[in-house]
């Protein structure tokens, strides 16, 4: 997995906005919600993060390269520290198991039509 992989996977997630904050990190949203963070400075020690459900959370965690998100482990998010952490299809799976969390607590009127479920 690379940041050009998890942009492809991102884009292609209806309703997903990309933006640039604190700095160095690209994030992926749905309505103004972000489910997604990469850093883009490659000497920074995350590479990316997103909301798991709080079993995936507890699991992930136990898993080398994966740790707690600062500032919001407490909403169940992870930070990978390692791009190859998890198979690129696992990684896939959950962004966007992120996104649907994410997305099933907006408005109605902002979430769009449904993203289709990954294979």
Do not use: H
Not at 37 to 64: G, I, M, Y
Not at 71 to 94: G, K, T
């Amino acid at each position: 997995m690379d940041l050009e992989r998890v942009r492809d996977i991102c884009r292609k997630l209806p309703g997903t906005t990309q933006d640039i904050q604190w700095g160095d990190d690209l994030l992926f949203c749905i309505g103004n919600k972000i489910y997604a963070t990469c850093c883009l400075d490659p000497a920074a020690p995350v590479r990316l993060s997103f909301k798991c459900t709080p079993e995936e959370f507890a699991e992930l965690t136990e898993r080398d390269g994966i740790v707690p998100a600062a500032y919001v482990a407490r909403y169940c998010w992870v930070s990978f520290e390692c791009w190859n952490a998890l198979r690129d299809q696992e990684i896939e799976r959950l962004i966007r198991n992120s996104y649907q969390l994410v997305r099933a607590k907006l408005p109605k009127k902002l979430r769009g039509k449904p993203a289709r479920k990954a294979r």
